[in-house]
Antibody, heavy 125, light 109 residues
Framework: EVQLLESGGGLVQPGGSLRLSCAAS????????MSWVRQAPGKGLEWVSA????????YYADSVKGRFTISRDNSKNTLYLQMNSLRAEDTAVYYC??????????????????WGQGTLVTVSS | DIQLTQSPSFLSASVGDRVTITCRAS??????LAWYQQKPGKAPKLLIY???TLQSGVPSRFSGSGSGTEFTLTISSLQPEDFATYYC???????????FGQGTKVEIK
C-alpha cells in the first residue's frame, strides 16, 4: 500500500524558514517523480514544485522560485521542501504527491495518483 | 503559462442528476489533463487521467472527455458521496507549471 506522510509544518514568522518532509512507502521511491502542492485556507490547489526520480531535475512555480528548494533522499525514501524567506501568502496546507505515468503510443501521461494527508504551514508574526 | 478555467465554479444538484463540469485551457494541451475530487479536510483523489482514462477503483459513473483546449468531467448519476470540489489539472509542459483549475464545488440542492 502506497503511503505518503508529511511532517515539519508549523508556525513561522515572516522571513523565516521551514523544512517539510514526506516519508514514502509502498512503492519504488526512486522510480517516480514527486511533487508538492499547496492549498491556502479556503482556496484552490496550487502546484508548487516537482523533482525527477533521480533528483537531477527540479521545477518550481514562479511564486516560490528562488525561495523554495525541493530535494529527495532515495536511500531514505523521503522528499523534502526547504522553504526560505517565507511570506504570509505561503500560509497553506502542503501536500506531497507521487507522480504516476502511463505510456500510450509513445506518449507519456503524468498524473498525481497518491497524496499525503498534508501539513499546515502558517506564516504569521 | 497555461491557464485553466473551470465552469461553473459552483453547482447545486440533486442525487441522481447528471452533472457536467467544463475545463478550458488557455492553449492546446492535447490530452494532458487530469481530474481530482476533494472533500473538506481531505487530500485530493485522482479520478481521471489522460483526459478520459478512469483511475482504478473510481466508479464508472465518472467519465472524462475532450482534448486540445476543452475538457469535461461528467457524473452520470450524482450520488451522496459525490458532493465535493472538483479540480482539473494540466500536465502538458513537463512541468513548467502543472497548473490546476480554480475548482468547482458541487453541493446538494
Amino acid at each position: 500500500e502506497v503511503q505518503l506522510l508529511e511532517s515539519g509544518g508549523g508556525l513561522v514568522q515572516p522571513g523565516g524558514s521551514l523544512r517539510l518532509s514526506c516519508a514514502a512507502s509502498g512503492f519504488t521511491f526512486s522510480s517516480y517523480a514527486m511533487s508538492w502542492v499547496r492549498q491556502a485556507p479556503g482556496k484552490g490547489l496550487e502546484w508548487v514544485s516537482a523533482i525527477s526520480g533521480s533528483g537531477g531535475s527540479t521545477y518550481y512555480a514562479d511564486s516560490v522560485k528562488g525561495r523554495f528548494t525541493i530535494s529527495r533522499d532515495n536511500s531514505k525514501n523521503t522528499l523534502y521542501l526547504q522553504m526560505n524567506s517565507l511570506r504570509a501568502e505561503d500560509t497553506a496546507v502542503y501536500y506531497c504527491a507521487k507522480v504516476g505515468v502511463v505510456v500510450v503510443a509513445a506518449t507519456h501521461f503524468n498524473y498525481f495518483d497518491y497524496w499525503g494527508q498534508g501539513t499546515l504551514v502558517t506564516v504569521s508574526s | 503559462d497555461i491557464q485553466l478555467t473551470q465552469s461553473p465554479s459552483f453547482l447545486s444538484a440533486s442525487v441522481g442528476d447528471r452533472v457536467t463540469i467544463t475545463c478550458r485551457a488557455s492553449q492546446g494541451i492535447s490530452s494532458y489533463l487530469a481530474w481530482y475530487q476533494q472533500k473538506p479536510g481531505k487530500a485530493p483523489k485522482l479520478l481521471i487521467y489522460a483526459a478520459s482514462t478512469l483511475q482504478s477503483g473510481v466508479p464508472s459513473r465518472f467519465s472524462g472527455s475532450g482534448s486540445g483546449t476543452e475538457f469535461t468531467l461528467t457524473i452520470s448519476s450524482l450520488q451522496p458521496e459525490d458532493f465535493a470540489t472538483y479540480y482539473c489539472q494540466q500536465l502538458n509542459s513537463y512541468p513548467w507549471g502543472w497548473t490546476f483549475g480554480q475548482g468547482t464545488k458541487v453541493e446538494i440542492k
